[in-house]
């Protein structure tokens, strides 16, 4: 049974710190240039030139273990816990953090609405018969009027409505929330 190189690499403590601080230095360098560093083509390419200043190591083991850190972090993140997902997560978690924490990917909703908690139905039956990303009445995409930002006017509306929907929402909650402690005291 053969197996892959990096199954033999031990990685230390303070290789897993000194990879990630070299990972973070290059995301500030390419911020700096405005440039999104996970989108670069050679980015594992060029921490590995970064890293190999200090620790000699294959640009396979370095970006199997880059990989593998922002997987289990983003598994971090999704649970809300910091155990559980390996030693260098647990010891590196804010590292981690000021890598990858503003991606997206790993990026965790302070807030959110449960479908179950929202008994909003459309008034028009025949709207029913579309889905949610599509209305009968809604202009195609030649013939929508865009607004001074540059956005169509309809998914202008649409985030409104949204917000709306939210905002009386999270009125609801703190006012329920406000009437538990008032019962409560």
């Not at 199997?64 to 809300?80: E, F, P």
């Not at 929508?144 to 998914?155: I, L, R, Y």
């Not at 929907?165 to 009125?171: A, H, W």
């Amino acid at each position: 049974m053969s197996r892959k190189g990096t199954d033999f690499f031990k990685w230390t403590d303070s290789e897993v710190e000194l990879l990630l601080r070299v990972t973070q230095e290059y995301k500030v360098a390419k911020a700096s240039e405005n440039v999104d560093w996970e989108t670069c083509q050679n980015k594992y390419g060029e921490i590995l030139d970064r890293f190999k200043e200090q620790y000699p190591v294959t640009k396979l083991t370095l970006t199997t273990k880059l990989k593998a850190i922002r997987l289990k972090y983003r598994h971090a993140v999704d649970s809300g816990k910091r155990s559980g997902h390996g030693r260098v997560v647990l010891l590196y978690f804010e590292l981690c953090e000021q890598i990858w924490g503003g991606s997206p990917a790993v990026t965790t909703i302070n807030c959110g609405i449960e479908t179950r908690d929202i008994n909003i139905r459309s008034s028009t039956p025949s709207d029913e018969s579309y889905p949610p990303s599509v209305s009968r009445d809604s202009p195609s995409p030649a013939t929508a009027s865009v607004d001074s930002d540059g956005m169509p006017t309809e998914t202008q509306n649409r985030r409104d409505r949204l917000n709306a929907t939210l905002s009386s929402y999270r009125q609801m909650k703190d006012s329920s929330l406000h009437l538990h402690r008032k019962i409560l005291s």
